[in-house]
């Protein structure tokens, strides 16, 4: 949980490329946004790093 607004939610991306038969198994963290109780934006990252560092931007622009 990242505030009262804001949710950082770890999901898991499976794949398997048909032709090549590579797999793909990898952690992504996704930011999600809410008012009035609804989904106003979601954005996906890679680490949890950088969700960590998006929700904090998000903070210091809501308190500019």
Not at 3 to 20: D, T
Not at 31 to 36: L, P
């Amino acid at each position: 949980l990242a505030g009262p607004e804001r949710l950082i939610a770890v999901e898991r991306a499976e794949a398997l490329a048909r032709g090549s038969g590579v797999q793909l198994d990898q952690p992504t963290y996704a930011v999600q946004e809410f008012r009035d109780g609804k989904v106003l934006r979601m954005r996906t990252y890679r680490s949890r790093q950088e969700a960590l560092e998006a929700v904090a931007l998000l903070e210091q622009d809501a308190h500019a």
